[in-house]
């Protein structure tokens, strides 16, 4: 009867929002990815074309293609992570292989010889815009306890409004709180119930809440470990007009799942303290769609010098959030272990807005022998918004989005060295941190290379990349205040085959 209780309170469960910025930048950011040949130069393809992912860049780059193709990637991704916390530092390393890109290309060229428009292409392609496969641990001993999480919550929490009602369940009342009151308060009860807070007074009206823990400091574990995907399917059109420009349009769909395991431990207080572990477990859920477009444009100014230039338009995010928590202590309810990972919590249908981005290109071609290509792009990032606006909570992120975010200047360099049926490539990227202080995320660097071969009517292609940035990770949104201090490094090793028809 229990769990069927349960299940009913699932259905009806809609609790308050809990995103924050950092929701906001894992979908407004994007790692190359895409074909070997895009990769293995750095991802600087705006003026070039002729190459599926280089659509992403700028979509008239499909009118470049003197014929139709199809094209299929699949990378083996590397993620090494460093984390240092208080006195303590581990790594961790995250293996993942994936099919990223599969696409393809029709090119309709005019009959008409006089007719100014030579050619029409029509692309279709998939690729994945980020995996979010990864995993990082930290341990050390912290002057800051998991109690301060509660507490932030608690406090001004009326004691009566947390309390179980007669004859209701623990996981019911969880619920019911979360779904009523909000998630603040729900985190209020979860912690006197799990133990780790109590109020200063046993009454109702009581407001203000101690912890029950004693230390100076507490020896903490913390693994967060994340899955899933943003992907993006591509509709475009384009078409040659007469020798030197190239004119395109895009439509994008995206499809996004994220899903995000915390597993936290804490022990080492005082000796005399009532509370000598605690655990604190979250599981989070995140599945949406999101849908932007995209103009681009590219001319040849002679025989050796392109230029090009696009405009991308914010991405309208559509999502979902499921959240699952369970808790233990030594001072825990005897039934805290019914609120668990099959107890959610739904919350309502909200949209993020990503910024709109401006990329300016120019390549040297010389002739077959090679080229040389360099992108810019600008991105405003203090332009997100999580929406909708009248929702208090988003107003206060959207204000902090407004104040802690600001411009992106990237820059993409790449080239390729034709050896008969041979091709190498190289390149060198660099993005500017979100942040106006640098001090969240770092600026992001990355190197790549890669190596091609024609069989004529096909080629196979091979690319090596190579990106790395710091990121400081907070263990959690309130409460534990110092971060851990994260190196990235990226690596992804891709595989692509090409077939001309």
């Known amino acids: 009867m229990k769990s069927h209780l349960t299940f009913i309170m699932l259905l009806a469960c809609a609790v308050t929002s809990a995103q924050n910025i950092s929701d906001v930048l894992r979908y407004s950011t994007e790692n190359i990815q895409g074909t070997a040949r895009f990769q293995g130069m750095g991802g600087a393809f705006g003026a070039l074309g002729g190459d599926l992912s280089a659509l992403n860049t700028n979509p008239a780059g499909s009118a470049v293609f003197n014929n139709s193709l199809f094209s299929v990637s699949g990378t083996h991704y590397t993620m090494d992570n460093t984390a240092n916390?208080?006195?303590?530092?581990?790594?961790?390393?995250?293996?993942?292989?994936?099919?990223?890109?599969?696409?393809?290309v029709?090119?309709?060229?005019?009959?008409?010889?006089?007719s100014d428009w030579k050619k029409f292409s029509l692309a279709v392609n998939y690729d994945v815009v980020e995996n979010f496969d990864n995993e990082f641990f930290v341990a050390g001993d912290s002057n800051q306890g998991i109690d301060n999480y509660f507490l932030d919550f608690a406090q001004g929490v009326p004691f009566g409004s947390i309390l179980l009602q007669d004859g209701e369940f623990l996981e019911e009342a969880y619920l019911d709180i979360g779904a009523v009151q909000g998630f603040g308060d729900q985190q209020a009860f979860l912690g006197y119930y799990g133990g780790i807070i109590d109020p200063a007074e046993l009454e109702d009206t009581n407001t203000t809440y101690i912890s029950n823990a004693d230390y100076s400091s507490v020896n903490q574990e913390f693994?967060?470990?994340?899955?899933?995907y943003n992907s993006r399917f591509t509709l475009n059109v384009a078409s040659q007009y007469r020798e030197t420009l190239y004119l395109g349009a895009s439509l994008n769909f995206h499809n996004l799942v994220y899903d995000r395991y915390d597993q936290f431990t804490e022990n080492g207080y005082d000796a005399d303290s009532e509370i000598q572990f605690t655990t604190f477990d979250n599981l989070l859920h995140t599945e949406g769609t999101g849908f932007s477009f995209s103009l681009g444009a590219i001319a040849k100014l002679n025989e050796f010098i392109r230029i090009g230039g696009s405009y991308q338009s914010p991405t309208w995010y559509r999502l979902t959030d499921d959240l699952s928590q369970r808790i233990n202590s030594d001072l825990a309810d005897d039934d805290i272990n019914f609120i668990n990972f099959n107890v959610v919590n739904l919350f309502e249908v909200y949209r993020i807005k990503t910024p709109g981005k401006i990329i300016g290109s120019l390549a040297l071609v010389f002739g077959k022998n090679g080229l040389l290509s360099f992108d810019y792009g600008y991105q405003d990032m203090s332009q997100a918004e999580l929406r909708p606006d009248n929702d208090p909570s988003f107003a206060v992120v959207n204000t902090d989005i407004s104040n802690q975010l600001g411009t992106v200047s990237s820059f993409r360099v790449g080239g390729e060295y034709r050896i008969e049926r041979f091709s190498l490539r190289g390149g060198y990227r660099f993005e500017q941190s979100p942040y106006e202080d640098g001090n969240i995320v770092g600026d992001l660097e990355g190197i790549s290379g890669g190596i091609g071969y024609s069989f004529g009517a096909s080629r196979i292609d091979l690319a090596v990349n190579r990106t790395e940035w710091d990121v400081a990770e907070f263990l959690f949104d309130t409460g534990l205040t110092t971060p851990a201090a994260v190196n990235r490094l990226n690596t992804n090793v891709t595989l692509g085959f090409t077939l001309n028809f």
Request: avoid cysteine; charge should be negative.
């Open 85 to 104: 916390y208080f006195n303590g530092t581990s790594g961790t390393t995250t293996h993942d292989i994936d099919l990223n890109q599969l696409g393809g």
């Open 106 to 114: 029709f090119v309709f060229k005019n009959t008409d010889a006089n």
């Open 223 to 228: 693994l967060r470990s994340t899955s899933g």
